[in-house]
């Protein structure tokens, strides 16, 4: 792991790892595989210029800031094709590469240093499932990894949070007396003849759907309204406009809520991490606004709230977040709950107690699916 030429990036060289790894707490595996890795790439005109040539598209555009979640994840898969089974550890030089400026931004902020060691636990979580599902060290997921670097993503407590607009087309409005909510899906959304989204599962009703109605007007609201489990009702219903608030639609600031795997989805925890989170962002990020959290997993399956048992962290979770209309697929619930697909996993025996719900509601043709959902921030405030 020697690097001959003095004049090298600082993040080719091994030492540069024994440092960062001070927030990383990477094992020494992994450590040991990033170290040979950047010093390989030192020795090799292509494939460092490659990595300084990316990690300045990255992070030093026009001497800007980062650029898009959505521009990077492009930029990295593409300079990593023809890297084949390196691709994940080129990843991984890449964004380590910008440790240093991570932790000045930090700094800047006065982010205490837990929450940059919480949230850079990822770095470990990921380069583990590369090496358990590829074989090789490094990151297989460059795009969800680019938004801790970038700073905008960040693990407080329990749960991961990154300030976005709100992607769903959705209203949602609060009575002005009562609190109560009411979610209207937006004009030309396509729904099935059940209620679900059309394409629901790979599921479209060629004869059955239909496009949903919405208007607001000074007077009234008109809509088709959804239930808490995001079914859309096809009788539309009409709301007097004066006695309800938009409290929520595509486009409004929120926290998008992750969870990282390995600790038990404890209630009390995520209702504190959340609370937290509210703390974290009106402290050190001012100039950002959160009328919600919002999540979309398999985590937030609709039926989860019905058929798992009251007591269970995952549909206390799901009971969480109100959910929306939302076209998903299984894929993510099967590969989470089995680790495989859903047409292996109905061959394979119940080993978990929610691997056996699982399977017996899929044999009853219940509609196993991810959902979307939300939670208003003032309702975390409130005692």
Not at 116 to 144: A, C, E, Y
Not at 156 to 163: A, S, T, V
Request: charged share 30%.
């Amino acid at each position: 792991m020697v690097v001959a030429d003095r004049g090298i990036p600082e993040y080719f060289r091994p030492e540069y790892y024994d440092e960062i790894n001070s927030i990383l707490r990477l094992e020494s595996e992994p450590l040991e595989a990033l170290k040979t890795y950047a010093a390989s790439a030192a020795n090799d005109d292509h494939l460092r210029g490659t990595i300084m040539r990316l990690r300045d598209a990255l992070f030093r555009p026009g001497g800007g800031e980062a650029v898009s979640s959505e521009t990077a994840r492009s930029l990295m898969d593409d300079a990593a094709k023809p890297f084949g089974r390196d691709a994940g550890m080129f990843h991984a030089i890449v964004l380590l590469s910008e440790m240093r400026a991570v932790r000045d931004r930090y700094r800047q902020r006065r982010i205490p240093d837990d929450i940059l060691i919480d949230t850079f636990s990822d770095v470990g979580v990921w380069m583990r499932h590369s090496k358990q599902n590829r074989g090789v060290w490094g990151i297989g997921v460059p795009g969800w990894l680019f938004k801790h670097v970038a700073c905008r993503l960040f693990k407080i407590g329990r749960l991961q949070y990154y300030h976005m607009p709100w992607d769903k087309k959705a209203h949602v409005y609060r009575h002005r007396t009562t609190g109560r909510l009411s979610v209207f899906p937006a004009g030309g959304v396509r729904i099935r003849r059940d209620g679900w989204v059309d394409g629901t599962n790979g599921r479209y009703d060629e004869e059955g759907a239909w496009d949903c109605f919405f208007e607001a007007g000074e007077d009234v609201i008109v809509g088709h309204p959804t239930t808490d489990e995001g079914r859309v009702l096809r009788e539309r219903a009409t709301l007097p406009a004066g006695e309800w608030e938009l409290l929520l639609r595509e486009g409004s600031p929120v926290l998008d809520v992750h969870v990282q795997e390995g600790e038990k989805l404890d209630p009390e925890q995520v209702r504190d991490s959340m609370r937290r989170a509210l703390t974290f962002y009106r402290s050190h990020f001012p100039e950002l606004d959160a009328k919600a959290f919002v999540c979309t997993s398999w985590l937030l399956c609709p039926a989860f709230s019905r058929i798992l048992p009251p007591e269970s962290n995952i549909a206390a979770f799901r009971r969480t977040f109100r959910l929306v209309p939302h076209k998903d697929n299984d894929a993510q619930l099967f590969e989470r709950v089995f680790g495989t697909d859903r047409a292996t996993a109905l061959t394979m025996p119940a080993r978990t107690r929610l691997q056996r719900i699982v399977l017996d509601q899929a044999a009853k043709g219940e509609e196993l699916v991810g959902g979307s959902g939300f939670l208003p921030a003032y309702q975390v405030e409130s005692p």
